[in-house]
């Protein structure tokens, strides 16, 4: 503060200083114009302070600081107020405020203003002093949490690696299940002995129906029974692509298509597994 030594001077002059937004300063002991009170350790004696609402200042504060620093009144008021507020503001960040010739003024917790002869610094036991918790200088334990956890980023990498995995091992089964699906065809075709190409209707094949002896030594895996036309369209679509397909009715309404298969070297439940696959039908086997 600037007029901090001219309100020293007034103060001891006076024995009392009074502030506005401060409070008021009592002294008891003469100023000493020798002295350089901006130095550390180098203060008024006797000096007291009361908090108290002071609202205006003095005449008698204004004229004087015009008259010791040769200013117009109005400016000299203007002066002082200025600078007042600029110490309140200051005290309202917590730090102490020393005014140069009378002493320091610090603000506590609770709003209140305290006075300290000379020069006063916080000690180490004041700087350590614990806060109270309340609900503004709270911190939430969910914060400090997430500043305690730089890698936070961490599962969000497992899960994508996790995801990966999975889909490779998922196109891994399929690769391997088309494989297990064409080796089982061929094992079903090269088991089994291809008809002559049929260049008749599926009619004439019925009519050929080959009597229940010459299947006694197979297995009968049962693609689908339908009526006509489905069962002749079906049959044919099959014959095209070598399939070692059959066809039988017994009363020319319900029509079955199988495939005989030898028992003595057919895996049932593969060639039933792939024949199912490959119809896009449930495949039963009979005897």
């Known amino acids: 503060m600037k007029l901090a030594p ?3 001077k007034y103060l001891t002059a006076n024995k ?45 504060l204004i004229d004087f600081v015009a008259s010791e620093t040769g200013k117009m009144k109005v400016l000299s008021k203007s002066d002082l107020l200025s600078e007042i507020d600029a110490v ?3 005290l309202n960040t917590g730090k102490p405020y020393f005014l140069s010739g009378i002493g320091t003024v610090t603000k506590k917790i609770d709003g209140s203003f305290e006075f300290h002869k000379e020069k006063y610094h916080h000690t180490e036991k004041e700087k350590k002093k614990k806060v109270p918790i309340t609900e503004k200088n709270s911190v939430p334990q969910a914060y400090i949490d997430e500043t305690r956890r730089p890698h936070k980023t961490r599962p969000a ?16 089964f399929y690769i ?3 494989e297990n699906n064409t080796g089982a065809l061929e094992e079903v075709t090269a088991d089994t002995q291809l008809p002559e190409e049929n260049t008749g209707t599926a009619k004439d094949t019925i009519a050929a ?7 006694s030594g197979s297995y009968k895996f049962v693609l689908e029974t339908a009526a006509q036309p489905r069962a002749f369209k079906r049959y044919n679509q099959l014959k095209k692509i070598n399939w070692p397909v059959e066809l039988e009715t017994a009363d020319s309404v319900t029509y079955k298509l199988f495939i005989p ?19 896009g039908r449930k495949v039963w086997i009979e005897p």
Do not use: M, W
Not at 29 to 54: C, H, M, R, W
Not at 165 to 170: D, E, G, K, P
């Open 261 to 279: 298969l030898p028992k003595a070297s057919t895996d049932t439940v593969k060639a039933k597994d792939s024949l199912s696959r490959l119809s």
């Open 157 to 172: 990498v497992i899960i994508l690696t996790l995801c990966i995995l999975a889909i490779a091992a998922t196109v891994l």
């Open 88 to 90: 309140i503001n200051f």
């Open 6 to 8: 001219v309100l020293a």
């Open 209 to 215: 129906k080959p009597t229940a002896s010459a299947f």
């Open 16 to 60: 009392i200083l009074r502030l506005p937004g401060l409070g008021v300063f009592h002294a008891e002991n003469a100023y000493d114009p020798n002295v350089d009170y901006s130095k550390k350790g180098t203060s008024l004696l006797n000096i007291s302070f009361e908090q108290t609402q002071v609202t205006e200042l003095d005449e008698t």
């Open 176 to 178: 391997r299940n088309s």
